[in-house]
């Protein structure tokens, strides 16, 4: 099956660090387009980074600069490394696999909650 | 702030038929396949239509989408009260870079 699973959400300082995870089962994160959506409290969806099977990385400009996508092969785990955090960054954030022909998302994981808040 | 726009809520009776309507420009949506998803209360977006109008292995025909210019519009026959969600519109914006873009959600309520 298909799944993803993410992980690392939790409450943190304005200024402060978070890494997230998104671990991956029934396909290869290497092989594929891999993505972070982020959806405030009561918001719409978001885009946020994503990371191309070759390497290549993208951010939304509300991020660049500040948060960094990786992944780990050997884990078949994506990650999100934020720092400087700001209280607009309250999010819930979803992990999702993107096609790498055409832009749409599927699947996504259940999503981790990052709070920033003093 | 979304480039891409959406009702902000639409319902109808059980049985009945709902559109949801995506505006966007010839940046996005005029030149960009469209996805839809569904949002069931306190769960994860799911995907339900991608490239206009193809459908996700499992998810019923009662859903299909369209595209027609710079809109595009998903539509759900047959409503259901499991259908009771929040819906978006996604792709492409070629003014941004690697710009994935969402709408901006609709409420679909069954009365």
């Given at each position: 099956?298909?799944?993803?699973?993410?992980?690392?959400?939790?409450?943190?300082?304005?200024g402060?660090?978070?890494?997230?995870?998104?671990a991956?089962s029934?396909?290869?994160?290497?092989?594929?387009?891999?993505?972070?959506?982020?959806?405030?409290?009561g918001?719409?969806?978001?885009?946020?980074?994503?990371?191309?099977?070759?390497g290549?990385?993208?951010?939304?400009?509300?991020?660049?600069?500040?948060?960094?996508?990786?992944?780990?092969?050997?884990?078949?785990?994506?990650?999100?490394?934020?720092?400087?955090?700001?209280?607009?960054?309250?999010?819930?954030?979803?992990?999702?696999r993107r096609?790498?022909?055409?832009?749409?998302?599927?699947?996504?994981?259940?999503?981790?909650?990052?709070?920033?808040?003093? | 702030?979304?480039?891409?726009?959406?009702?902000?809520?639409?319902?109808?009776?059980?049985?009945q038929?709902?559109?949801?309507?995506?505006s966007?420009?010839?940046?996005?949506?005029g030149?960009?396949?469209?996805s839809?998803?569904?949002?069931?209360?306190?769960?994860?977006?799911?995907?339900?239509?991608?490239?206009n109008?193809?459908?996700?292995?499992?998810?019923?025909?009662?859903?299909?989408?369209?595209?027609?210019g710079?809109s595009?519009?998903?539509g759900?026959?047959?409503?259901?009260?499991?259908?009771?969600?929040?819906?978006y519109?996604?792709?492409?914006?070629?003014?941004?870079?690697?710009?994935?873009?969402?709408?901006?959600?609709?409420?679909?309520?069954?009365?």
């Open positions: 099956e298909v799944q993803l699973v993410e992980s690392g959400g939790g409450l943190v300082q304005p402060g660090s978070l890494r997230l995870s998104c991956a029934g396909f290869t994160v290497s092989s594929n387009y891999m993505s972070w959506v982020r959806q405030a409290p918001k719409g969806l978001e885009w946020v980074s994503v990371i191309y099977s070759g290549s990385t993208y951010y939304a400009d509300s991020v660049k600069g500040r948060f960094t996508i990786s992944r780990d092969n050997s884990k078949n785990t994506l990650y999100l490394q934020m720092n400087s955090l700001r209280a607009e960054d309250t999010a819930v954030y979803y992990c999702a096609d790498s022909r055409e832009h749409w998302f599927d699947p996504w994981g259940q999503g981790t909650l990052v709070t920033v808040s003093s | 702030q979304s480039v891409l726009t959406q009702p902000p809520s639409v319902s109808a009776a059980p049985g038929k709902v559109t949801i309507s995506c966007g420009s010839s940046s996005n949506i030149n960009n396949y469209v839809w998803y569904q949002q069931l209360p306190g769960t994860a977006p799911k995907l339900l239509i991608y490239d109008n193809k459908r996700p292995s499992g998810i019923p025909d009662r859903f299909s989408g369209s595209k027609s710079t595009a519009t998903l759900i026959t047959g409503l259901q009260t499991g259908d009771e969600a929040d819906y519109c996604g792709t492409w914006d070629s003014s941004l870079s690697a710009g994935e873009v969402f709408g901006t959600g609709t409420k679909v309520t069954v009365l």
